[in-house]
C-alpha cells in the first residue's frame, strides 16, 4: 500500500519573519506537504499539533525563501578586464559606448551553446540557492537575435527544472543595440516587437518583458513600442530605468500598469506618484550602486513616504553586479540605502514576489506555500547585519527539505 499522507514537519520556538514583518512572539510553525498548515505562538502550543509531525528542531529565524527579482544569470563570459579599466577610471557609459560592456558578453553568449550556458549558469544558481533563494528571475538580454535571446529563455526555463527554485522568466531583447543595427535602432525595435515577442510569447518561453531605458540603450519612446508588443501578446511589463539619468522611463511604465521599475536611482517625484497610482514596484539593486561606486541614492524616504512598495535585488550579472550572494543586498541595502532590516528582508521576499506579478509568494502563512528558509541566528535584523556565509540552517521547497546543513 502506498502511503499517500502527505507529510508534516514541525518547527518549535522559532522566530518568524512573515515576509513583512518579525512575529512578536516565538511561534511552531507546520508544514503539511507543501503547504505551510499551522502558525501559531508556542505560548498557545498544543501537543496535538505534534502529532504525527516530523520534528525539524527548535530555535533560529524563520524566513520566507528569498526572492530575487531581477537577475541576468544566464552569460558567456566573463568582464573582469571592465572591472581593471573602471578602477583605472573609465566609467561604465564609456566603455559601452566602446562596444565593451553588454556587447562584449552578447558575444560570448552567441558563441555559447545551451547546454554550455546551462552548465555555466548552474553553479551561480546554485550558489544562490545555498543562500537562501528560492524564486529566482533570470533575465535574457545577451542574445539579441531572435535565436540567441529564445535560447538564453530555454536555458533559463531549463534550470527550474533541473534545480529545486522557481524559475521567473524575462524577456529584455531590448537591453543593447547590437553592432549589425549600429545607427538604426527604431530597426532593432522593430525586431523586437515583431519577431522577439511573438516568437517568445508563442514558445510560453517570457513570463514577463523589460527594457533597458537609458541615455546608452532605448528611448522612453522606443521602451513603450516594446510595451504595446508585449501587452498585445498578454504579457507584463518591467523597465530598467532612471539608473543613470532621468529620462522618465519609470513614469511613461507605470502609466502601462508595469510591475516594477528597477535601479530608479534617478526617480522624481512624478515618477513617485505614477508608480504609486499603478502599484509598481520599486526594485533597488544596491549591487550595482556598489560596483559602479555611483553617488545619486534612489529616493528611498520619498517612496517609503509614498507607500511605494520596494523589493531589493541581485541584479547578478558579469558586469555592473557580478555579486552573486542574495543575502549580500540585503546588507548593502542597508548600509548604502539607509532601509531598516525589516525593509530590506520584506524586500527579498512579499515584495520581490509581487514584482513577478507572484501575488502572495514569499510570505509565511497559514495556507502558503512552504518555501521556507531556517537560520542559524537570533533575530531576522542579522540577515541584514552581518555579511556571513553559511548561516543557513535548512531550506524547503514547496515543502520538500532540499538543504539541511
Ligand atoms: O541591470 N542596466 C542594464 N543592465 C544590467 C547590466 C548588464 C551588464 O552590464 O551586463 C543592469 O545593471
Ligand atoms: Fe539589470
Known amino acids: 500500500m502506498t502511503n499517500t499522507t502527505p507529510k508534516r514537519r514541525l518547527w518549535r520556538d522559532i522566530k518568524v519573519f512573515d515576509g513583512l514583518r518579525t512575529l512578536p512572539e516565538a511561534m511552531a510553525v507546520v508544514t503539511e506537504g507543501a503547504q505551510v498548515v499551522s502558525l501559531v505562538p508556542m505560548r498557545e502550543f498544543d501537543e496535538r499539533l505534534a502529532k504525527g509531525c516530523h520534528n525539524m528542531g527548535r530555535g533560529g529565524v524563520m524566513t520566507p525563501g528569498l526572492v530575487d527579482c531581477h537577475t541576468h544569470l544566464v552569460f558567456g563570459g566573463s568582464r573582469a578586464n571592465e572591472f581593471e579599466a573602471r578602477l583605472e577610471g573609465a566609467s561604465y557609459e564609456e566603455i559601452a559606448r566602446r562596444g565593451g560592456g553588454i556587447l562584449s558578453t552578447v558575444t560570448a553568449t552567441r558563441e555559447a551553446s545551451e547546454d554550455e ?14 543562500d537562501g533563494i528560492t524564486t529566482v528571475e533570470i533575465k535574457s538580454g545577451y542574445g539579441l537575435t531572435v535565436g540567441d535571446e529564445l535560447k538564453m529563455l530555454r536555458v533559463a526555463r531549463r534550470l527550474g527544472e533541473v534545480l529545486p527554485v522557481r524559475v521567473v522568466t524575462t524577456l529584455l531583447g531590448a537591453h543593447a543595440l547590437p553592432l549589425e543595427f549600429k545607427d538604426d535602432s527604431d530597426g532593432y525595435i522593430d525586431l523586437v516587437c515583431k519577431e522577439m515577442i511573438p516568437a517568445a510569447a508563442e514558445e510560453g518561453l517570457a513570463d514577463a518583458v523589460d527594457v533597458f531605458c537609458e541615455k ?3 528611448s522612453v519612446a522606443q521602451s513603450e513600442r516594446v510595451f504595446e508588443a508585449a501587452e498585445a501578446h498578454g504579457l507584463p511589463i518591467k523597465i530598467h530605468a532612471e539608473q543613470l539619468s532621468s529620462l522618465g ?23 513617485i506618484i505614477a508608480m504609486r497610482e499603478a502599484g509598481s514596484v520599486a526594485v533597488i539593486l544596491p549591487g550595482a550602486f556598489h560596483t559602479l561606486r555611483e553617488t545619486q541614492l534612489p529616493p528611498i524616504a520619498a517612496l517609503r513616504k509614498a507607500g511605494v512598495p520596494m523589493a531589493v535585488a541581485t541584479d547578478a550579472n558579469p558586469g555592473s553586479s557580478p555579486l552573486f550572494m542574495p543575502t549580500l543586498m540585503l546588507n548593502l541595502a542597508c548600509t548604502l540605502f539607509r532601509l531598516t532590516p525589516q525593509e530590506a528582508l520584506a524586500g527579498m521576499t512579499t515584495h520581490g514576489a509581487t514584482a513577478l506579478g507572484l501575488k502572495g509568494g514569499g510570505r509565511i502563512q497559514e495556507g502558503c506555500t512552504a518555501d521556507l528558509c531556517v537560520w542559524d541566528i537570533d533575530t531576522p535584523a542579522a540577515l541584514a547585519y552581518a555579511v556571513q556565509p553559511g548561516r543557513l540552517r535548512q531550506r524547503l521547497f514547496q515543502g520538500e527539505l532540499t ?3
Open 117 to 130: 550556458l546551462l552548465e555555466l549558469t548552474r553553479p551561480r544558481i546554485e550558489a544562490m540557492i545555498a
Open 216 to 218: 546608452i540603450a532605448f
Open 249 to 271: 522611463g519609470a513614469t511613461m511604465a507605470a502609466r502601462h500598469g508595469a510591475l516594477s521599475a528597477d535601479h530608479i536611482e534617478y526617480l522624481d517625484e512624478a515618477g
Open 403 to 405: 538543504h539541511a546543513f
